[in-house]
């Protein structure tokens, strides 16, 4: 029985020992990372460039264009309280400045695609 144990436990490390020996001789290359990930998922070619400069669609509301508006509110407004100018002008003004603000993201959206 001792020796069948001893027989046994031989075995088993000699098998050990060529797992780890295969294991240490083997052939393979070593993968660069593309070839390491599921080749489904590798998107390497697909990513953009974030150090590219990034341009807007259109050009920004200048600080002087900001002020003029914000002026022509006020001073509309003013207008009204002095009584300047009559209820249905300022209804008028209004109604276009609205309609402006309302149309203005569509309308610069189809000259973006256009």
């Known amino acids: 029985m001792a020796y069948d144990l001893r027989r046994l436990g031989a075995a088993v490390a000699i098998c050990g020992t060529l797992a780890v020996a295969a294991g240490c001789t083997s052939a393979s290359t070593t993968t660069t990372n593309a070839q390491a990930v599921n080749p489904g998922a590798d998107r390497s ?15 920004q509301m200048s600080d002087e264009e900001a002020a003029k508006i914000s002026a022509r509110v006020s001073g509309l407004g003013a207008q009204r309280r002095a009584g300047t100018i009559s ?6 003004q209004m109604a276009e400045m609205d309609a402006l603000a309302q149309n203005h993201g569509a309308d610069t959206l189809n000259e973006i695609q256009n």
């Open 87 to 92: 209820e249905a002008e300022y209804r008028r």
């Open 45 to 59: 070619t697909t990513y953009p460039d974030i150090t590219a400069r990034v341009q807007a669609a259109t050009a």
